[in-house]
């Protein structure tokens, strides 16, 4: 017992029966001895963890909300940010960062990450010795600027002094295995229970994930097909309405 911090109890001349006085005061000192003799029990605070995404389809954006959805789970306080709609100068008030993004075109950031992009490739771009981040960049092989933009912003943090918690991925258009090996490495830097992405609710049709996906397509009729370009065109350029 708590000699500073007694338990409390219902004193003889309160408007109570005996019988009544004691079952309370039974039932008040079961509570004090349950949360430890009146010794508080510190809360233990969420981790913050900020989570930029970069996306022209969409898949960015949608592995930002799983992994999201897989740190809460584990104790993290995470926030998922549209590049678009994020605030530049907060990158330097930043403690711990995940960075998601694909690369458009000739290497160019999707449309939502071109802001950010051109602000941390540039002189105004400040010091970030206090961030600690990791890059997860989605491309395609078949283009020569593989993960550009993803590359860029993982080599321009370490250039502006911030400390790589897990080495960038870069994922080609499959990237199931890819994104999974990233979530990985992640739970090493932050705590073995972060290493699972519950990947597992997504492929069950979980109602805050899509029930189709690579996985699992859509089947879906086709409207219509054909080609835009002239008869005597060498191009071929196919329009294509799906029934969804």
């Given amino acids: 017992m708590n000699i500073l911090n007694p338990p409390p109890f219902i004193p003889e001349n309160a408007p109570f029966s005996k019988d009544q006085i004691g079952w309370l005061n039974g039932y008040l000192a079961g509570m004090y001895s349950a949360q430890g003799g009146g010794e508080a029990t510190p809360a233990v605070e969420a981790t913050p963890v900020t989570i930029l995404w970069g996306s022209q389809t969409g898949n960015t954006?949608?592995?930002?909300?799983?992994?999201?959805?897989?740190?809460k789970s584990k104790g993290f306080e995470p926030k998922v940010l549209d590049m678009g709609d994020?605030?530049?100068?907060?990158?330097?008030?930043?403690?711990l960062l995940l960075l998601m993004t694909s690369t458009y075109g000739e290497g160019d950031p999707p449309d939502n990450a071109a802001s950010l992009y051109?602000?941390?490739l540039s002189d105004a771009a400040p010091k970030l010795e206090n961030l600690k981040y990791s890059v997860l960049s989605l491309g395609d092989s078949n283009y020569p600027d593989f993960c550009k933009c993803g590359i860029d912003?993982?080599?321009?943090?370490?250039?502006?002094?911030?400390?790589?918690?897990?080495?960038?991925v870069d994922c080609d258009a499959d990237f199931d295995e890819a994104f999974e090996?990233?979530?990985?490495?992640?739970?090493?830097?932050l705590g073995a229970g972060a290493s699972s992405s519950d990947r597992s609710s997504?492929?069950?049709?979980?109602?805050?994930?899509p029930e189709f996906g690579k996985k699992n397509p859509?089947?879906?009729?086709?409207?219509?097909?054909?080609?835009?370009?002239g008869d005597d065109s060498s191009k071929q350029t196919q329009h294509v309405a799906l029934s969804i």
Avoid: C, H, M
């Fill in 86 to 95: 994020y605030d530049n100068e907060s990158l330097k008030d930043e403690g």
């Fill in 181 to 189: 090996g990233w979530i990985s490495s992640l739970g090493g830097a």
């Fill in 61 to 71: 954006e949608s592995l930002a909300k799983q992994v999201a959805k897989s740190l």
């Fill in 118 to 120: 051109e602000w941390i």
């Fill in 153 to 168: 912003f993982d080599e321009r943090f370490k250039a502006l002094g911030a400390t790589q918690i897990a080495p960038r």
């Fill in 218 to 229: 859509f089947p879906a009729k086709v409207l219509d097909n054909r080609n835009l370009n």
């Fill in 202 to 209: 997504y492929e069950r049709g979980d109602s805050s994930e």
